[in-house]
């Protein structure tokens, strides 16, 4: 089940989503043309409104398996927002891939390093964003999206309040994130625009091995970013162990699980976004999203 907001409605997406094969290449073969549709939810008599989504779920998943695909409608791109518009709580964990972590300089850690984005940065899968001034950087994530109340649940069950997996990009700008000592990451990671999610929630039952995805990130058609999901130091259900433990889960909220290496402020010499810039982010199974930048005005 691929479950998108619409234009402030929740559709379900069928057919070609946009670059959501998984060929262990980096590229899907697919034109991003969009070629699949939506339907309404409202057609099997759900409530439209995407802040109502989890509420629904269970429900919507049977739908879903008998929605013919004939009675979808062709939906444009710029008409995607953020799948989960208002969550309570954005969680972000740090240096969770072991090649991202030697080009950081830092010793794997011994248990996962969280920071949080605040939900005034989310937006949708495409679109413009407006670049604040000082150094912003990339990391493609994959989010894991909590769909039932969680507390103090045991790593073994850690994939059970996961209802959906989504694609998200943790956009830092990183003169303010590492400002002061010792730095504190939240609000350099979230100027408007800075929390990119999408295209769709994609209900991780539909994945044939939901803890091993292919992650690619391209800037104006370089390949900056390559990795797998299986290749994180925390796996979802440790890292679900480890916040619920200490957090309440709650249904909407949102995991970005870390980002690979190849980030720019790591490179020699670094480099950073800058207007008409172009971002794909892709994650096998999920989906891709596009983004063009500009100064902020």
Not at 187 to 199: A, I, Q, R, Y
Not at 247 to 272: E, H, K, S, W, Y
């Amino acid at each position: 089940m691929r479950i998108a907001n619409l234009a402030g409605r929740l559709a379900l997406l069928t057919g070609d989503t946009g670059h959501t094969g998984d060929t262990g290449n980096g590229s899907d073969g697919s034109d991003g043309s969009g070629a699949g549709g939506a339907v309404d939810v409202s057609a099997g008599g759900f409530d439209t409104d995407p802040r109502a989504v989890f509420a629904q779920w269970d429900a919507l998943l049977r739908w879903s398996a008998d929605v013919d695909p004939a009675t979808a409608v062709p939906y444009k791109e710029s008409d995607l927002r953020a799948p989960v518009p208002e969550p309570r709580q954005i969680f972000a964990v740090a240096l969770n891939y072991r090649p991202h972590t030697a080009e950081a300089g830092y010793e794997e850690p011994a248990q996962p390093l969280v920071f949080t984005k605040f939900p005034s940065c989310l937006t949708g899968p495409y679109g413009t964003i407006d670049l604040p001034p000082g150094h912003v950087d990339w990391e493609l994530e994959m989010v894991a999206v909590i769909g039932r109340d969680a507390h103090r649940v045991p790593e073994e069950d850690g994939w059970d309040p996961v209802v959906a997996l989504t694609v998200g990009q943790d956009l830092s700008e990183r003169i303010v994130q590492l400002a002061g000592r010792p730095a504190q990451f939240s609000l350099g990671k979230s100027f408007p625009g800075f929390g990119p999610v999408g295209p769709a929630l994609v209900g991780v039952d539909e994945l044939a091995d939901r803890d091993d995805l292919e992650l690619t990130c391209e800037l104006n058609g370089e390949r900056v970013q390559h990795d797998r999901t299986s290749n994180m130091i925390f796996p979802v259900p440790r890292l679900v162990a480890h916040l619920s433990a200490i957090c309440p889960l709650r249904p909407g909220d949102l995991i970005f699980t870390g980002t690979p290496a190849g980030v720019g402020n790591r490179r020699t010499p670094q480099r950073f976004i800058g207007p008409d810039d172009t971002l794909v982010s892709r994650i096998g199974g999920l989906g891709e999203m596009r983004h063009t930048f500009r100064s902020a005005r």
